[in-house]
């Protein structure tokens, strides 16, 4: 079975970048979809990246153009590099795999944009 392994959150000021990496650890066959989702206290989880297989890619109005996702297969390892951030973009970032039709998530890593 496989487990996902986040990093890269932190503090950072509006305008500031932030890169995320998550790698999914353990038996591995084939990974399908992969995608970070963000979550506020209160609030659901929202989509804000996502990357097939082929590596065609989705992100919502709010963070196109800012974010990127980009995947690498070798690694079993998925990222998002976000620029411009703004406060709003403060949350606990979650990445995603299906791994063998089988829904995985990360533990969550914590984005504040602060001055």
């Known amino acids: 079975q496989g487990q996902l392994v986040e990093s890269g959150g932190g503090l950072v000021q509006p305008g500031g970048s932030l890169r995320l990496s998550c790698a999914a650890t353990?038996?591995?066959?084939?990974?399908?979809?992969m995608a970070w989702y963000r979550q506020n206290p209160g609030k659901q989880r929202e989509l804000v990246a996502s990357?097939?297989?082929?590596?065609?890619?989705y992100y919502p109005d709010s963070v196109k153009g800012r974010f990127t996702i980009s995947r690498d297969n070798a690694k079993n390892t998925v990222y998002l590099q976000m620029s411009s951030l703004k406060p709003e973009d403060t949350a606990v970032y979650y990445c995603?795999?299906?791994?063998?039709?089988?829904?995985?998530w990360g533990q969550g890593t914590q984005v504040t944009v602060s001055s």
């Open positions: 995603y795999m299906n791994i063998g039709y089988t829904d995985y």
């Open positions: 353990g038996t591995i066959f084939s990974i399908y979809t």
């Open positions: 990357i097939s297989t082929g590596g065609s890619t």
